[in-house]
């Protein structure tokens, strides 16, 4: 969500918000390499907040685990925040280290965000 209303036209389809942070609705965005912005991965339940316990990661992986962390689940689902295909909790490309890396590797952090 941009911070101001954008005009779109033909000539100019595309609006690039990585370069500015005040692009950002709430001015609020990961910095992903010097100069360059993205939206924070992880809220899974959409509401404004992420965090890697319940419900966030541990209760929606245990519903699609059934308590198996070691399971992969093939597929797009809301849980897969690395958008790779899969939902994993541990190992390689695992879903759960994107929303430890939003949180700064704190598992009892909270990251709001003002994005919906």
Known sequence: MSANSIAMTNKTP???????LSKFFGG???????????LYAGDINANGQINIMVP????????????????????????DVNMNGQVRYNGSGN???????????????VKNS???
């Open 56 to 79: 966030e990661m541990t209760g929606h992986l245990y519903y699609l685990f059934r308590g198996d962390q070691l399971a992969i689940i093939n597929g797009y689902y809301k849980e």
């Open 114 to 116: 003002s994005v919906p």
């Open 28 to 38: 609020d965005a990961k910095q992903v390499n010097t100069g360059i912005y993205g």
């Open 95 to 109: 879903d759960r280290s994107v929303i430890l890396s939003v949180l700064g590797g704190n598992q009892l952090g």
């Open 14 to 20: 595309l609006y690039d918000f990585t370069n500015n």
